[in-house]
């Protein structure tokens, strides 16, 4: 993809501490320093508009996004503004809204909130593995913020379920069906849902050849936590869950166990299904349900 098959850049952004960017997150805002956002190192930055796309990136840990720039909300004051930034006011803006790391960081951007859970994440060992070489900060080349977007997209782990397996007193907002599909769809299954990826889209052909009702990623609140499953049948009151990097990634057999848990303790019905799985997939899905359709 180049420069002019799309009218947003790519941007990745840091922070060094963990709960900065759980906050950057769940708020979905960025901020820097008065000092940052004046000096003639961050010209570029103050250039971003609605559309752009950024990745979070934690020092030397993990990546995880995109999101995408946005107005800011109604909902927190400011003193200033330039562009799409805007320097918060802390006084007058109520706490609940503020991040964690305002007093330190007033200048921010904000991101649409709808798609913040949304993102996914990988660590940076893992990228470099895959000969991603990644600044701190900066503007991406559009052919590099593409393929990291892919990436993330097809071999990241959950950005929301990471956070709450790690840090339970948080809680991201719930899924937006409707604005998921803007950032994180592609792949255009045959009942026009769009996936994200080419098993998914396989899974949900299937489903749709036999007649059985599907809904994409579903939100599904469990033990104060917001869990997306793949697919939820509503007529049977099962779930049916893509493990397709099981076999390759910790970080996501560390998520899925999380996930598992949680599934297991809630006698939530469900069933799996792995890459091996989607070999046969005609075989394997129908002796996986065939308990549960009858």
């Known amino acids: 993809m180049n420069q002019t098959e799309h009218s947003f850049r790519f941007f990745i952004v840091s922070t060094l501490k963990f709960d900065f960017l759980l906050s950057c997150v769940e708020k ?17 930055f ?4 609605e559309g752009d796309r950024v990745f979070l990136r934690l020092s030397d ?15 927190i004051h400011f003193h200033a503004a330039q562009g799409f930034w805007r320097k918060v006011n802390a006084d007058t803006t109520a706490a609940e809204l503020l991040p964690v790391w305002i007093e330190f960081y007033p200048w921010c951007f904000f991101f649409d909130s709808t798609l ?4 996914n994440y990988s660590k940076l060992e893992t990228l470099s593995a895959h000969h991603f070489s ?11 913020g593409s393929q990291l977007w892919e990436f993330l997209e097809s071999y990241g782990s959950s950005f929301s379920d990471f956070v709450q397996r790690n840090s339970p007193s948080i809680r991201l907002r719930p899924p937006q069906q409707s604005a998921q599909r803007v950032l994180s769809g592609r792949i255009k299954s045959k009942r026009g849902v769009l996936v994200r990826s080419k098993s998914e889209r396989l899974i949900d052909d299937w489903l749709f050849d036999h007649s059985i009702r599907a ?3 579903r939100s599904l609140p469990l033990a ?8 939820y049948l509503p007529d049977y009151g099962i779930y049916i869950e893509h493990l397709g990097l099981l076999d390759s990634q910790e970080d996501y057999r560390r998520d899925w166990q999380w996930k598992k848990s949680l599934y ?9 299904l792995t890459e091996a799985d989607i070999n046969d997939l005609d075989r394997n899905l129908s002796i996986k349900l065939r308990d549960y359709l009858k």
Not at 134 to 144: E, T
Not at 224 to 231: L, R, T, Y
């Open 46 to 49: 103050k250039d971003v508009a």
């Open 134 to 144: 990644l600044p701190k900060w900066g503007i991406l080349r559009p052919d590099i």
């Open 224 to 231: 104060g936590f917001v869990i997306s499953p793949d697919f």
């Open 116 to 119: 913040t859970s949304q993102v």
């Open 215 to 217: 809904e994409y990623e």
């Open 61 to 75: 840990s993990v990546v995880c996004g995109p999101l995408i720039v946005s107005p800011p909300p109604l909902s």
């Open 264 to 272: 297991d303790a809630h006698n939530v019905k469900y069933v799996t």
């Open 28 to 44: 979905g805002c960025y901020g820097v320093s008065e000092k940052t956002f004046k000096t003639k190192a961050w010209p570029d």
